[in-house]
């Protein structure tokens, strides 16, 4: 069982920074793909960003491209989400998750765990 607890999230007008984190709670983080979604009431969760186990690899959606950067330290079983540049659209609930698989994958339906998630609100 892998136990997964964002952090980081918060308030920040338009044009600022968020750095998200993601502390799990198991040795084998190292072995497992790494996610980040968001989602808004009503709507589909969306893909943010993935990394690959050795955080050699990396898959960011068409809409952060540029503005944010995942990475992964897993010598501390933690994952990070640097968010730049920030737009009222980007308000959501960003949710971690971890993937039981050697691929990255941009489909939340292929992660087994998830966290709680964190609210990001971007004030215009």
């Known amino acids: 069982q892998v136990q997964l607890v964002e952090s980081g999230g918060g308030l920040v007008q338009a044009g600022g920074s968020l750095r998200l984190s993601c502390a799990a709670s198991e040795r084998t983080f190292s072995s497992s793909t790494m996610g980040w979604f968001r989602q808004v009431p009503g709507k589909e969760r969306e893909f943010v960003a993935a990394?690959?186990?050795?955080?050699?690899?990396?898959l960011v959606g068409a809409s952060m491209k540029g503005r944010f950067t995942i990475s992964r330290d897993n010598g501390n079983n933690a994952l990070y989400l640097q968010m730049n540049s920030l737009k009222p659209e980007d308000t959501a609930v960003y949710y971690c998750a971890a993937r039981r698989g050697i691929y990255t994958s941009d489909r939340w339906a292929e992660y087994d765990y998830w966290g709680q998630g964190t609210q990001v609100t971007v004030s215009s």
């Open positions: 990394i690959n186990r050795s955080g050699g690899y990396t």
